[in-house]
């Protein structure tokens, strides 16, 4: 191979040779505490720091080579949209075989690579972004406006991928079969799938960008990011990282592009052997519709990852700590504006704590302030004008449908941001509009409900099961909700944002996708397939 990359700090170099150990523990990265005068003084340089380097102009980068193309994608600060954080090269249909090609050049080569030295690479990236944490954070503040805690979150959950994933790659290479035959040697090999084409979302574009595409890359398998045109600047540091940390040239080629063009052309390519996705319903099905179509040529079944989204509620019984659940409530449903697919965007209260819990949860929002990420306030601007006039359709359509509690409208600012109000709507009826279709924003309905059992009807009442949480103190209750109420991530008397790696692994049914379970054991196995191989001795 001619090259190999340093090796993670506490792994001795005899691992990688001999395959009998594992680096030390997974400990999931500790978040900032920016309330230590240091920390806030290092993430201000840091914005700083990022804050000169906006506007730079980004390649394409196809089998290792910089290109360059007519047509631009500028990425916009969205609490500044005057203010360009970076410019891209468009990739167009025509650059789809370009990246096949070096992609599946790529492929022949690091598909042969030893587990240890994908994970060393891995372990290598994970450090270079520990070093400069702060620094990655402030380009997340600046191109999808995270305040300061989300970007934190959003840095450490990347490099909690980038570790676990490595790690799980070296168990995944210590495989065995249940049993060995009498008189044969039987053993089970996860081979990497081929080229798969990753395309992540804006909301968590480090994070879950980073994810999937070091998942692949781990098994063996090479990529083509196409990020998302919100967000494509955090991509190419990230790709950055990689190639510092060794990466051969064609592993992963980013390549940002209209989806319309570019992705779908790389979706229906007949060399395409995965598709991983994170976004909306809509283009979720439409991968998914894309993907089965059989191409000339195309000689295996193409395999989806989807995470499509949700309706989230939190259920608050009776008998539960209603502080608790207020602080629940409000931190799901508008921590980074609402713009979470695990956002609760729904909270069901029981008749008896019903005026209780909505006075709570109002007096909670109007401490919430709205304002620039770059000054840490509670809530920033939504991603772009669109969404912005999108949940504005949803804050007048929740106003016929309910009472209005607090927000409701758009934030007024000199600079143009696409700010909203946190905004509350109470007595809305369980098959409402805003009670049924995701947002995507700072919204939240209040819906009444008699009791426990109406509750959980209703908490299983949409099209989606992402996430959900309830608010009880009856054991009885927490067991049947763990039983019943069907999403892929529960929480019990806590928050149902804010999955932790290894921890929860994330994913969900129904429309919201193929529970893929992100972050935990199960989840490279979907970018691999298993070979038994059994030789007969003697």
């Not at 047509?71 to 969205?78: E, N, V, Y």
Request: glycine share 10%; charged share 20%.
């Amino acid at each position: 191979m001619g090259w190999s990359p340093a090796p993670p700090v506490g792994y001795d170099r005899s691992v990688m040779e001999t395959k009998t150990a594992f680096p030390t523990p997974f400990v999931n990265e500790p978040f900032t505490n920016f309330a230590d005068p240091a920390q806030a003084g290092a993430m201000r340089e840091a914005l700083r720091l990022v804050g000169a380097q906006l506007g730079r102009e980004y390649a394409l980068v196809i089998g290792g080579r910089r290109v360059e193309t007519a047509g631009k994608i500028r990425s916009l600060d969205p609490a500044r949209p005057a203010r360009v954080v970076g410019v891209h090269q468009k990739a167009e249909a025509e650059h789809a075989p370009q990246a096949m090609e070096a992609a599946l050049a790529a492929f022949e080569s690091w598909s042969r690579t030893t587990a240890e030295v994908r994970a060393a690479l891995l372990f290598r990236a994970a450090e270079i972004i520990r070093r400069r944490k702060h620094e990655f954070s402030a380009w997340l503040v600046y191109e999808v406006g995270k305040n300061w805690a989300e970007a934190d979150a959003d840095t450490a959950e990347t490099i909690d991928f980038l570790e676990f994933y490595g790690r799980e790659a070296l168990r995944l290479d210590q495989a065995t079969t249940p049993i060995q035959l009498p008189g044969e040697r039987n053993l089970l090999r996860y081979i990497p799938l081929g080229v798969g084409a990753v395309i992540p979302p804006w909301n968590f574009p480090f994070a879950i960008m980073a994810g999937m595409t070091s998942a692949a890359i781990v098994t063996g398998n090479t990529v083509i990011l196409k990020p998302s045109s919100d967000s494509p600047t955090i991509a190419a540091q990230f790709v950055a990282v990689l190639e510092e940390a060794g990466l051969p040239p064609g592993v992963v080629n980013f390549c940002p592009g209209s989806g319309a063009t570019f992705g779908n052309a790389i979706v229906e390519h007949p060399r395409t052997r995965f598709i991983a996705f994170t976004g909306s319903k809509a283009v979720g099905l439409d991968i998914h519709e894309r993907a089965a179509r059989t191409q000339p040529g195309q000689i295996w079944i193409k395999r989806t990852v989807l995470e499509m989204g949700g309706k989230d509620s939190i259920l608050v019984c009776a008998d539960a700590d209603l502080d608790a659940a207020a602080d629940g409530v409000v931190a799901s449903a508008f921590g980074f504006s609402g713009q979470k697919c695990s956002a609760c965007s729904r909270a069901i209260l029981e008749a008896p704590i019903y005026d209780a819990m909505v006075e709570k949860i109002r007096e909670r929002v109007a401490r919430l302030t709205v304002g620039d990420p770059v000054e840490n306030h509670n809530l920033g601007p939504v991603v772009n004008r669109a969404a912005m006039e999108s949940i504005l359709g949803y804050m007048e359509k929740g106003k016929a449908e309910g009472r209005l509690i607090a927000g409701g409208k758009a934030v007024a600012n000199a600079e143009g941001g696409f700010f909203l109000e946190p905004t509350v709507i109470a007595d809305i009826a369980p098959d409402a509009v805003i009670a049924q279709e995701e947002i995507f924003g700072p919204v939240l309905a209040l819906i009444r409900v008699a009791d426990f059992e109406q509750g959980m009807a209703v908490a299983n009442n949409t099209e989606y099961g992402l996430t959900g949480a309830i608010y009880t103190r009856d054991r009885a209750r927490l067991d049947r909700a763990t039983r019943d109420f069907h999403v892929g991530n529960l929480y019990l008397n806590r928050k149902c944002t804010g999955a932790m790696v290894g921890a929860h692994p994330f994913g969900g049914f129904n429309m919201s996708g193929t529970d893929s379970k992100a972050g935990g054991p199960d989840y490279l196995l979907l970018f691999t397939q298993a070979k038994s191989i059994a030789e007969r001795l003697g």
